[in-house]
């Protein structure tokens, strides 16, 4: 079975400062991981995802995350916030079916 | 062309009424996904058809009908619903071959449901 918990449901930071948004997942086959993104009243869209390979992912506008095994984490990261990046954000993992299964959520709020 | 388009954006219905939801993709995915999303939620899922075939149907209530005519279409037919099914409905897409592979699922812009 997989599952992902995402820590903190609301997250709050300045214009500029580092945004990190918490992810663990829990799998039991080899996970591929991914962080979408919503906006108010939109659908989600993709923001980086993890299959194998490299354990550093870079996304779109300029987030990035790092799969660790021995943490069973997918943290995402973007050096410094910018007003826009305020939504949404779920992390998902899929397992050898068809089905995604979505983290609770994250609501970024970047303050000026 | 990496787009799922949904129709219509804004939907409101009457406890009564039928309607139907509609979501076209041409990335040549196998796997289609209609999930249901209320304010502040991660997205439910409802169903799931892999090569036009529905997969997976999470216990979704009758008045609930999906329906795949070919592999670029997903229908969701709804009638008799109720003030409670209000929500964003959302479809998605995703390149599943039988082999298993995982690939990212593509998310349309969803129809805002409203049920009076």
């Known amino acids: 079975a997989q599952s992902v918990t995402q820590l903190g449901s609301h997250v709050s930071v300045s214009e500029g400062a580092l945004v990190l948004l918490r992810c663990n997942y829990s799998?039991?086959?080899?996970?591929?991981l991914f962080w979408y993104v919503q906006y108010p009243n939109q659908g989600l869209q993709l923001l980086l995802k993890y299959t194998t390979g490299a354990t550093l992912v870079k996304g779109i506008n300029g987030f990035e995350a790092e799969f660790k095994k021995s943490e069973t984490s997918f943290h995402l990261t973007k050096p410094s916030a910018h007003m826009s990046d305020a939504a949404e954000y779920f992390c998902?993992?899929?397992?050898?079916?068809?089905?995604?299964?979505f983290g609770t959520g994250t609501s970024l709020t970047v303050i000026p | 062309d990496t787009e799922v388009t949904q129709t219509p954006k804004h939907l409101v219905m009457g406890m009564t009424n039928k309607k139907s939801l509609k979501c076209e993709q041409h990335?040549?995915?196998?796997?289609m996904y209609w999930y249901k999303q209320k304010a502040k939620k991660p997205p439910e899922l409802m169903f799931v058809y892999s090569y036009e075939k529905l997969s997976i149907n999470e216990s979704v209530p009758s008045r609930f009908s999906p329906e795949c005519p070919n592999s670029s279409l997903l229908n969701l037919h709804l009638h008799a619903l109720q003030p409670e099914d209000s929500a964003l409905y959302l479809c998605a897409s995703s390149l599943r071959d039988r082999g298993g592979s995982r690939a990212e699922a593509f998310f349309g812009q969803g129809t805002r449901l409203t049920v009076v």
């Open positions: 799998s039991s086959v080899p996970p591929y």
């Open positions: 990335m040549g995915h196998r796997a």
């Open positions: 998902a993992v899929t397992g050898t079916g068809n089905q995604f299964y």
